[in-house]
């Protein structure tokens, strides 16, 4: 396959020897002789049987679907070709399908062998003689044996022949082995029961005029006993004996018809009986016993039941209810003060009759004059015909009102004044308010009213309050100096004086003092004139620290980098910082200087090492001499 062959310029079309002629490397012809030897290609078929389980199969790279022949071409060890061909013969494998049929308990043996005694679907693989698998497929199918159960009924004395021609005539259970079409056992079970000749009593009592029904429709209404013959529901002959006992009905003595008032109660009774049921015609009341007690609101019709064995005697009593008296008194409640009087007046009665009567003008009329002296709950009964009715008249008397007034009655102009009224339960006052203190502020002398009550009783009381005017006194307005001087005050007044606080002042009592302070100070003058009034008025000084002139540079260049005077970093006109805490942080966050000296200085080292150039941010928070607050931050520039 390698054919034809180049070799120096040479072709060789078959085996043979050849020589060509070549140039060395020292310039001199070199003979090269080439003996070429032509390995024939070899070819091989060979012949293979398998089961059609095998499939798909695989050989030298090829793959068999099913039967059929392939070739491949392979290398020998002499590296030339080889075509190698395969013959595949399939092998199919055998699927045989069979039903079989047992009894109950029966056992089957499968073609490989095995036992089995369920229904079901079992599979068998064999080898066939071609190597190949057999696989045979049974049906197992159970004939079952009949299992019947039957109940069978007869009369005393009867008899029942079974299945297998044995006669019983006892209750029991009786099995019976016989033989199926299917050659399989079938079990017959008979459940004999042997049911009796009935023969029933019974015995009844009824009242006189009273009567029974038997179930065929016989009545019954004398005294006496009766027998009769049927077929009772079990098919067999029975009898039925019946005993009457006729009682006579109670003679009963029951209440006469009654009334009564409405909202009074009325007792009702019964005698001669064993037991009593009452119920009454509007259905509100149901009760038991020889008497009972009823308050109806209208008239009714009330109904008893007496019973004395099977007996009863039904009875009826009417209960008349008259009307009450329609009764309206005015005023049913009220209030009055002590020592005064009120009308009273009831309606609706033809009489009455009034209670307790010693402080009323009459107690049978209708319109006493009622005058207590102190609280009191009247009552008055209303009649018509022979029924009444009470109600009650409720009078409040309220103690006289005593009113007072506490409170200052003199102050200052500007001043206020706390005013408290007492000796009742309401205020009315004449600045309009309405609680019992109230707080005045008054720009002049006046007079202030108040008027107490309770309920409908009230007193009148007054006072007169007093206005006195205040000092005059002027201090001046705010000012604000340089932290270090002083400034001088000027009060215009015509009393004396007392200055506050003394810290800063060169004298406390006079108008003109001269003040010095070191922080920013409120200076008050106060003077009192004859009638006691005081007057204060004060002026603040503020301090001026010169903090302005704090300066915080924002760059810095070491001594190695830069000019000595800017090589490091430090706050310039810090005098009027008390104290601080200055903070360094490098762009990462990192806190790398701080200190709380106000004339220290950072030379740009952290950890001993020195840092490179970057930018950097600072915080300051510092208290000045004088109690302010700064708050400053930046970025600073270290170069290098």
């Known amino acids: ?93 055998i699927t045989v399908s069979q039903s079989v049929e047992i009894c109950s308990g ?19 693989i064999l080898t066939s003689s071609l190597g190949c698998d057999s696989i045979i497929s049974t049906i ?48 017959i079970t008979t459940i004999l029961i042997v049911n009796p000749i009935v023969s029933e009593q019974a015995q009844f009592t009824i009242c006189e005029g009273d009567s029974i029904v038997l179930s065929d429709g016989t009545i019954l209404n004398s005294a006496g006993q009766y027998q009769f013959n049927f077929i009772a529901s079990t098919g067999c002959d029975s009898t039925y004996s019946v005993t009457i006992n006729v009682d006579s009905p109670p003679e009963v003595q029951i209440s006469s018809d009654t009334s009564i008032c409405r909202g009074g109660s009325i007792a009702l009774s019964a005698d001669g009986a064993n037991t009593y049921s009452w119920t009454t015609s509007d259905e509100s009341v149901v009760l038991n016993g020889s008497s009972i007690s009823l308050s109806p609101d209208t008239t009714i019709q009330v109904y008893v039941i007496s019973t004395t064995g099977v007996c009863s005697v039904f009875d009826t009593i009417n209960v008349i209810v008259n009307a009450l008296p329609d009764l309206t008194v005015s005023p049913r409640s009220t209030s009055i003060c002590e020592g005064d009087s009120v009308q009273l007046l009831v309606e609706g009665g033809e009489s009455y009759s009034w209670f307790p009567a010693l402080s009323l003008t009459c107690d049978t ?44 009655t003199v102050l200052c102009f500007g001043d206020s004044i706390t005013l408290t009224a007492s000796g009742g339960s309401a205020f009315v006052w004449s600045t309009g308010d309405s609680l019992p203190e109230i707080t005045l502020t008054p720009i002049q002398s006046l007079e202030i009213s108040v008027i107490v009550s309770t309920g409908m009783c009230y007193d009148t009381v007054s006072v007169g309050i007093i206005v ?4 005059y006194l002027e201090v001046g307005e705010d000012t604000t100096i ?76 070491p001594v190695a980098g830069g000019n000595e005077s800017n090589d490091c970093f430090r706050l310039y006109g810090a005098d009027c910082i008390s104290t601080m805490d200055l903070v360094i942080y490098n762009r990462w966050g990192e806190k790398v200087y701080e200190s709380n000296d106000k004339n220290a200085c950072w030379d740009g080292r952290f950890r001993g090492e020195e840092l490179n150039t970057g930018v950097f941010i600072y915080y300051l928070s510092a208290i000045t001499i004088t109690g302010e607050t700064i708050n400053k931050q930046g970025n600073l520039t270290l170069l290098r």
Request: glycine share 8%; with cysteine.
């Open 468 to 471: 006195n005017p205040i000092p």
């Open 106 to 124: 029966q056992s089957y043996i499968l073609p490989d062998g095995s036992s089995i005694s369920t229904a079901g679907s079992y599979t068998s």
């Open 365 to 408: 009329c209708s319109s006493p004059l009622a005058m207590p002296d102190s609280s009191e709950v009247y009552y008055v009964s209303g009649s018509l015909g022979e029924c009444y009715d009470t109600l009650s008249v409720s009078i409040n008397v309220i103690p006289p009102v005593n009113a007072q007034l506490l409170g200052d």
């Open 482 to 557: 340089l932290y270090g001087t002083s400034v001088h005050l000027d009060a215009l007044t015509l009393l004396p004086l007392v200055w506050s606080p003394f810290e800063g002042l060169s004298c406390t009592d006079c108008t003109d003092p001269i003040a010095q302070p070191l922080i920013p100070t409120t200076y008050c003058a106060t003077v009192v004139n004859s009638f006691g009034c005081i007057y204060t008025d004060c002026l603040k000084i503020d301090i001026d620290t010169i903090c302005s002139e704090l300066f915080i540079p924002n760059v810095f260049s």
């Open 1 to 93: 396959a390698q054919l034809p062959y180049s070799w120096n310029g040479l072709t060789f079309t078959g085996a043979g020897s050849q020589s060509a002629t070549l140039t060395n490397a020292a310039g001199c012809d070199s003979i090269a002789t080439l003996n070429l030897t032509v390995s024939p290609a070899v070819t091989s078929t060979t012949d293979i049987n398998i089961c059609d389980a095998q499939l798909p199969y695989s050989w030298n790279g090829l793959t068999f679907t099913g039967a059929g022949s392939q070739s491949t071409t392979l290398t020998n060890a002499a590296g030339c070709d080889s075509i190698a061909t395969l013959n595949l013969t399939i092998n199919n494998s």
């Open 140 to 187: 197992v199918s159970l004939i079952p044996g009949s299992n019947t159960i039957q109940t069978v009924n007869i009369c005393e004395g009867g008899f029942l022949k079974l299945p297998d021609g044995t006669v019983v005539s006892e209750a029991g259970t009786y099995t019976t082995l016989l033989s199926s079409i299917g050659g399989c056992d079938s079990t």
